[in-house]
């Protein structure tokens, strides 16, 4: 089994990884190769969106999923940003339509 | 990497460079342009397709076990002492869970939280160190007074309540009886 790598700028916004933990598992939008990956060959960044545990708040987080190195590196906890929100439907369509 | 692996709230450290590199990454990824490059491909899911496949990966390389113990403790511990609490799955009769429901929503309060005072209770009961006997005792004299009142003329021309107290004494008795012979 891999392991998760919790970047310091994830908590940033103060969220509790519990929380985006919890995001993450109950997507109700996931978007692979959202954002790149920067690294030559290395994993792309992916776009969770989904609620916190106790179902107040919805939390954008992005995460490199490395299935090779079996990590899950997060990056990015923040509470759902309307723009991204916007961005994430745009992308969904965009790629239905490819 | 020590040979105890990390629960999945803490995980593995990042390196000074690894900071600097996700650091980057974040601040990019808050701009209002950040988003996928042109001619990008992946999965774009959403609802219950989208939660099915970021579960089914994230469990594969982490694991459910630790990912399901690492979103219960989100929750405030029940304990004292902290720590994780315990869950059971309990299945009631119908009228049982009518009942429970009822009774929660009357007292405002959650049917789980009845049940936890159900078993405080019961444990209580059937522990070996005599206030069984004390609870055991005072629920006795509790039916026995409930008979007495059932049994009185003037409890009986209110005839609803008389019977329904009449049914509470054989109630709280069965339940005395399974209590003592259990």
Known sequence: MGTTRWAESADKHGIDRADAVHAMRNARILIEA????RVEGGA?????????????????????VDRAAQSVYIFHVMPLRPSMYARAKAVIQERKDQ | MSDTKPDALTGEPLSDEEEAFYASLAAEAESDDYGPEAGSTGLALEGD????????????????DELDAATRRGRPSLSKAGGASPRFQVRLAADQGEALARRAAGEARKPAELLRDGATVYL???????????????????AARLEQEAAQPERRAAAPSARSRAALARSVRSDLAQLIHH
């Open chain 1, 34 to 37: 959202f954002g790149p990956s």
């Open chain 1, 44 to 64: 792309p960044v992916n776009l969770y969106i989904g609620q916190t545990i106790d179902q107040t708040a919805m939390l954008e987080v992005l995460a490199v």
């Open chain 2, 49 to 64: 397709e989208a939660a099915a496949a970021a579960r089914a990966e994230l469990d594969a390389i982490i694991g459910t």
């Open chain 2, 124 to 142: 209580r009961l059937a522990a070996d160190d005599g206030a069984g006997q004390i609870v055991a005792a005072a629920l006795e004299e509790y």
